[in-house]
């Protein structure tokens, strides 16, 4: 079972915790998190490309030129997708893109992005992030201290004052455990987990 030091916000090792196995431990599965981040990335795409087709123009009520006797193919409407400003044919239409997997699976690729975390040692334990009042000065010190650029940091609760503090220093994000996700854990360089959010999201992907 991988044991991790816990730190407090002035760099310093306070504590030690066990980490599962099963969970910070397990054998990284690549296939796994490139299906994952797949799915996260088509379902943020918005799919609200639009064109009309031939029955939606505005105009061509009217038959540009009689059927027979002018030495012309016949047409019926101008809006005809062969005229300029004409309807579309088969063009994109308003959909969802968005997908869904397995929940095993996504729960594998979550173990597996933990994994990498660990192995590569990019995991970071925080004991808890004081912080009084609102100050991105003191945030970002406190995240230079470490020597961390491009941060995840996942806590345990909704902590406003963190959050508004944490908001215009680039490349920095602050989620909750509950929404923990693939894409966030491979994207950002380095993971910091709050103490008590360790459990919650070992009690998530466990059972």
Do not use: C
């Amino acid at each position: 079972m991988p044991v991790a030091g816990v730190y407090d916000i002035e760099n310093n090792k306070v504590s030690e915790i066990e980490l599962s196995e099963a969970v910070f431990g397990a054998e990284v599965n690549e296939a796994v998190l490139y299906d994952v981040v797949r799915m996260q990335m088509a379902s943020k795409r918005l799919g609200t490309a639009s064109t009309k087709t031939r029955h939606e123009i505005r105009g061509g009520g009217k038959k540009p030129w009689r059927q027979k006797g002018t030495g012309r193919a016949r047409v019926g409407t101008i809006r005809s997708p062969l005229w300029r400003g004409g309807g579309i044919v088969f063009g994109p239409l308003p959909r969802s893109y968005a997908y869904k997997v397995p929940k095993k699976v996504k729960k594998l690729a979550l173990v597996s992005a933990l994994s990498m975390k660990v192995k590569e040692g990019r995991l970071l334990i925080l004991k808890d992030f004081p912080m009084d009042e609102i100050k991105t000065k003191k945030f970002k010190e406190i995240i230079d201290r470490f020597g961390l650029k491009k941060v995840l940091l996942v806590v345990d609760k909704t902590d406003p004052v963190l959050e508004k503090s944490s908001r215009n220093v680039q490349g920095i994000k602050v989620i909750r455990s509950e929404g923990i996700n693939v894409y966030d854990l491979l994207n950002y360089d380095h993971v910091v987990l709050f103490e008590p959010s360790v459990k919650t999201i070992e009690g998530a992907l466990l059972s």
